[in-house]
């Protein structure tokens, strides 16, 4: 009876380590098992549906903030997400533009590939991740040939027939248009004198005509982006 006992005891140590065995199979293999270090890496930007498997790059490194630009090589679940690796106030504005980046399986593990896609020649100015922010200016329109003035500009000028205080515009072609009179003056040119007096004109830092010139097209004073290059009188 006791080498029956003894028996049953062993088969039963046998058939336990066997169950044992055969319970932990499939552990340790395939797609979804989770590196040392954790986290899928995916952040609020990726997009697309789940991609079937979950397992888990290295995601121990600083770059693999949920929150970072640029992910490569971090653990994945998503199928796709938007990258960059401009400064966050670039993004999407002045000619920058978000790349894309593909969750694919490498080895045992998914993880996130290289960024592709993205524009990173941005002009200078601070744009927000909504294309907001500020902008630098549009250069100006170019000038046109042999012009005396900038189009749209005003001086001050001497009318033709009653010599007294005018304003003149550039047209279009880069000429002045006809000097009109008016009631209008320079800070500290307000006196009771009508006539256009050139002297207090220039004296208020004012652009203002060379009646007097030789050619009275020309500008004198303070003619900065209203009288062409080479058109204004020292």
């Not at 998914?110 to 200078?124: K, M, Q």
């Not at 902008?135 to 010599?163: E, F, G, I, K, Q």
């Not at 207090?200 to 004198?220: I, R, T, V, Y």
């Amino acid at each position: 009876m006791k080498n029956s006992h003894a028996t049953s005891v062993a088969v039963s140590f046998v058939a336990i380590a066997i169950f044992a065995a055969c319970g932990s199979s499939g552990a340790g293999t395939g797609f979804n098992d989770p590196a040392p270090g954790g986290g899928n890496g995916s952040s609020g930007a990726s997009s697309g549906s789940s991609s079937g498997f979950t397992g888990s790059g290295d995601a121990s490194a600083a770059h693999c903030d949920p929150g970072s630009g640029d992910l490569a090589g971090c653990g994945c679940a998503a199928t796709t997400r938007a990258c960059w690796t401009v400064p966050a106030d670039k993004r999407n504005g002045n000619g920058c533009h978000d790349g894309t980046q593909a969750c694919t399986k490498q080895g045992e593990f998914a993880v996130w590939g290289a960024c592709t896609g993205e524009a990173t020649a941005c002009s200078t100015g601070t744009v927000g991740a909504d294309g907001g922010g500020t902008r630098p200016p549009p250069p100006p329109p170019p000038l046109p040939p042999n012009c005396v003035c900038v189009p749209s500009a005003v001086r001050w000028c001497d009318t033709p027939a009653a010599c007294n205080w005018g304003k003149q515009t550039c047209m279009p072609d880069g000429t002045w248009g006809a000097c009109n009179e008016t009631n209008d003056r320079p800070p500290s040119c307000a006196s009771g004198d009508p006539s256009y007096n050139e002297t207090c004109c220039l004296q208020a830092n004012q652009c203002c005509q060379d009646f007097e010139g030789p050619d009275p097209d020309k500008s004198k004073g303070s003619c900065d982006a209203i009288a062409c290059p080479g058109d204004v009188v020292k």
